[in-house]
């Protein structure tokens, strides 16, 4: 666990990614079986963002690849009713983000708040999982990608991607509005595309990083810190228990899908 250092007289805040480092998957491509359940997705995209999840989750998507699924999900959701989308994250949100919360991250959000800091997630997912995520652990702010919206529904276009080098600007706009002083904020991802939102405070943390953020950490001299324990959400924030939801019914297709493909996936990893 990292230290921290005495709150400051000025505001303070610790900015984290949430993919990877809050919670060990998309939060995004997480959410393609309940979807599927729901009516939003077929078959066929369900298998191909399970795919994408897998890709994920062992470290081998590079930028292109996350550019293409970027325009994938985008798309994808053209049309989509978003008071729908809302009830179905808000539904199945126990379910699917329960299992995915590294115990390291909650604990250190906590200690973070226990010092007086506000905790922000800085997101390139999508406000619609983002910010009930970022309710659910408690989190003071949400820094998320917006999508087009037109007589609520999505238009499949994109108006503000919270990625890379927007990150960092969003930190340094709302460190304007809410007073941070951002030489003693701290930030924490797992991918070098957030080299940009490291930089812009003055305690950056690399968590489960990729091959390159390894590299710029270990050049830099920042911190690195491995989250790996999984926590139940319900037994450490004393939440409620989850209703049955529309994950439930996905179990008989989407999942025997999601599970092929990660065996062949994984043999083909294993054989490289």
Not at 27 to 40: M, T, Y
Not at 238 to 261: C, I, S, Y
């Amino acid at each position: 666990m990292a230290q921290l250092a005495r709150p400051r007289t000025a505001p303070t805040a610790a900015f984290f990614d949430l993919d990877k480092t809050i919670i060990a998957k998309s939060s995004v491509l997480a959410f393609s079986k309940p979807f599927q359940a729901g009516g939003l997705i077929s078959r066929r995209a369900v298998l191909r963002s399970a795919y994408a999840q897998f890709v994920f989750m062992v470290g081998g998507a590079d930028h292109d690849q996350v550019e293409k699924m970027r325009q994938f999900m985008s798309q994808l959701c053209a049309g989509w009713d978003v008071a729908t989308v809302r009830e179905i994250v808000a539904e199945t949100l126990h379910n699917v983000v329960d299992p995915l919360v590294y115990d390291e991250a909650v604990r250190l959000i906590a200690a973070h708040h226990a010092a007086g800091r506000d905790v922000v997630i800085v997101s390139t997912s999508g406000s619609e999982v983002v910010e009930p995520i970022g309710a659910l652990l408690g989190a003071d702010k949400v820094v998320a990608t917006r999508l087009k919206v037109e007589d609520g529904r999505y238009t499949g276009e994109i108006d503000y991607y919270a990625y890379a080098e927007e990150k960092a600007t969003a930190i340094r706009e709302l460190a304007e509005v809410e007073g941070y002083d951002l030489e003693h904020c701290y930030g924490y991802s797992d991918s070098v595309t957030d080299v940009p939102m490291l930089e812009a405070v003055g305690f950056p943390h690399a968590v489960n990083p990729d091959k390159e953020l390894r590299k710029v950490a270990a050049s830099r001299g920042w911190p690195v810190l491995v989250f790996n324990r999984p926590v139940e959400l319900q037994s450490r924030l004393h939440l409620p228990p989850p209703k049955p939801t529309l994950a439930a019914l996905a179990v008989g297709g989407a999942v025997a899908v999601g599970a092929a493909v990660w065996i062949g996936a994984k043999k083909r990893s294993l054989t490289a």
